[in-house]
């Protein structure tokens, strides 16, 4: 896989593409379009438009979401306008795994493909998946949190929504290693829902707190709101600082801030930019007829205090959206 990835990086990246005869306009839909994260992914949709612009490709990104993650029928709406629109292709990050088959399968019974960005659908239509390994990402929160807390203790996860593929994996795979690495640490609750914001997830957190109180070791979340939220609670509850060691999925300005000044542990991170760039090259690649990989594995990691700075990580922490998104 990993040779396969290289040769599609080297391919959509890297060698100058032929002029294309026709224009390729081409719909990215986030979740939503609130959070940096999606900034981030826009992004790289952006990047790769202007690098295949600049290859004498004409090429065409619009950008269109829902304003939150818990809007299905508003991202729905968008696909179908999309359809409508006759667009040449879409790059989607599905709310909802079963909810967005009928619309995503109706595109392409319409001879416009879909390559899913993000978070998976149960559907069989779309021509690749370009994502992070969740599961595994949540085993790499589960093997850290339980690292730090020597084995014990007690801790509570913080789930994102119902029908979200990526974080469900996330979840997932945090459950497994918990269970089974760490049969020491009891997991108190781990069937609460954040819902879409830093607001909504701040409220749920707030009644976890206090219906957990000082028992309460550690904490994973497993999205940037549901991180952000639990991060303005714990403060709020003066459990910050190490007293309970929290684990974030995503980056964000809050989130990094946080781990600075050691309110929050760890940050599993994925690369936004990079999916959002690869999701529009891989797009650009089935339009042209070219053969690309059915699964993309875009990368994921653990970000520390101690290497919050090291270039490798610079593009992932401190995506540069300013030069993108003017």
């Known amino acids: 896989m990993k040779k396969l990835l290289l040769a599609l990086a080297l391919a959509v990246g890297g060698a100058a593409l032929a002029p294309a005869a026709d224009a390729y306009k081409i719909a990215v839909i986030p979740k939503g379009t609130t959070h940096e994260f999606w900034k981030a992914i826009n992004a790289g949709a952006k990047k790769a438009e202007l690098e295949l612009k600049a290859q004498g490709v004409n090429v065409q990104i619009i950008w269109k979401g829902p304003l939150k993650e818990d809007d299905r029928e508003q991202q729905i709406q968008v696909v179908e306008n999309f359809i409508s629109q006759r667009v040449s292709g879409i790059v989607i990050a599905p709310l909802d795994k079963r909810g967005l088959v009928a619309p995503l399968d109706t595109a392409v019974r319409a001879k416009i493909p879909v390559v899913v960005i993000d978070s998976g659908v149960e559907s069989k239509s779309p021509s690749s998946f370009v994502a992070t390994d969740n599961r595994e990402g949540g085993r790499i929160a589960g093997r850290e949190l339980g690292k730090a807390l020597g084995g014990k203790g007690n801790v509570i996860m913080l789930r994102l929504q119902v029908g979200s593929a990526s974080t469900e994996e996330r979840e997932e795979g945090f459950l497994e290693v918990m269970k089974k690495d760490f049969p020491g640490i009891k997991l108190l609750s781990t069937d609460q829902h954040a819902g879409p914001t830093r607001d909504t997830a701040k409220r749920v957190s707030e009644n976890l707190i ?5 028992q309460l070791n550690g904490v994973f979340c497993c999205n ?5 939220g639990m991060l303005m609670a714990l403060r709020d509850a003066g459990l910050a600082g190490g007293k309970v060691k929290l684990v974030a999925f ?12 050691g309110d929050v542990y760890g940050m599993v991170v994925q690369n936004p930019m990079r999916m959002g760039y690869l999701g529009v090259k ?11 990989p059915a699964v993309i594995d875009t990368g994921v990691g653990f970000v520390t205090k101690a290497n919050f700075n090291s270039p490798e990580m610079a593009e992932i922490v401190h995506p540069p959206l300013d030069k993108y998104l003017k």
């Open 210 to 214: 206090n219906r957990f109180g000082r």
């Open 282 to 292: 891989t797009m650009v690649s089935i339009l042209r007829g070219e053969k690309v």
């Open 250 to 261: 995503d980056s964000g300005e809050m989130i990094n801030a946080g781990l600075m000044a």
């Open 224 to 228: 940037e709101s549901a991180s952000a």
